[in-house]
């Protein structure tokens, strides 16, 4: 069944109607889902829906454009939370430079300490890096991230920098972008990378696919970039699903 890697369902997107989208996601064909955290608040309320539900698991982290508020108290919060038992990885923590705030050297100082975090309570790393290419690179090259291991969620870069990521063993997340008429970078990056590497995701409620692009997204909408990436590599969608899914349960260790 489809492994969705990475989603948002504590958003107030979902305030509406969480519940019964979660209830529906088995039927058609979701059968693991990882919701993606980005600071305390979003911590609290995933723990929440993974101790509702056996199917989903949480990361814990705190996203780099929520790091502002971040202190050591957070940290070993943090720390505790990565002990519970549907924790599945640190994330997401990064870098994002699209927004002038935080400063640079604030997100740094807390993607470092994430890193070390992960390290720590051995999970492995889901990263967001937006603009931020070079930086994000440095850092994980420096603390040796290799040797934690992970995912570059929603890869928005070159094959080249994949390249680099691939040989340090992470995963690149894949996700609606792909069906954009502008994701021609990242149809090349999949076209380039090993379909062992590979785990999919949504990033719901946000990057919907075409034909919903500016609509909510959901990990209903999945098998759109589950065809994309069939046609891509030139296999059946059964067998993109069924690798993903495998790739996506080394990844978090499931
Ligand atoms: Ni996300």
Request: proline residues 4%; aromatic residues 10%.
């Amino acid at each position: 069944m489809i492994f969705e890697t990475h989603a948002h369902y504590d958003d107030e997107a979902f305030d509406e109607d969480r519940y019964t989208l979660l209830e529906s996601m088995t039927d058609h064909g979701i059968g693991t889902i990882v919701n993606a955290t980005a600071s305390r608040r979003t911590v609290e309320k995933s723990l929440e829906l993974a101790h509702k539900y056996p199917f989903v698991y949480t990361t814990i982290g705190v996203h780099p454009s929520d790091s502002a508020e971040m202190d050591e108290e957070e940290l070993s919060w943090l720390e505790e939370m990565c002990g519970d038992e549907k924790a599945v990885a640190v994330g997401e923590i990064g870098l994002d430079y699209h927004y002038d705030e935080p400063s640079k050297e604030i997100q740094k100082k807390w993607f470092e300490a994430q890193i070390e975090l992960a390290r720590k309570v051995k999970l492995p790393i889901i990263v967001h890096s937006r603009d931020a290419a070079k930086d994000t690179m440095d850092i994980m090259k420096n603390l040796h991230a290799e040797e934690i291991g992970g995912d570059i969620h929603c890869f928005s870069y070159s094959v080249e920098v994949a390249r680099e990521y691939l040989n340090m063993g992470f995963y690149i997340g894949v996700g609606g972008v792909i069906t954009f008429k502008n994701g021609r970078k990242l149809r090349e990056v999949v076209e380039y990378a090993p379909i062992e590497q590979i785990v999919i995701e949504t990033d719901s409620p946000y990057l919907s696919p075409e034909p919903f692009r500016g609509k909510r997204n959901s990990s209903l909408n999945l098998p759109y970039v589950v065809d994309k990436i069939a046609e891509i590599k030139g296999l059946t969608p059964e067998e993109v699903i069924a690798v993903t899914e495998n790739n996506a349960r080394k990844l978090y260790n499931l």
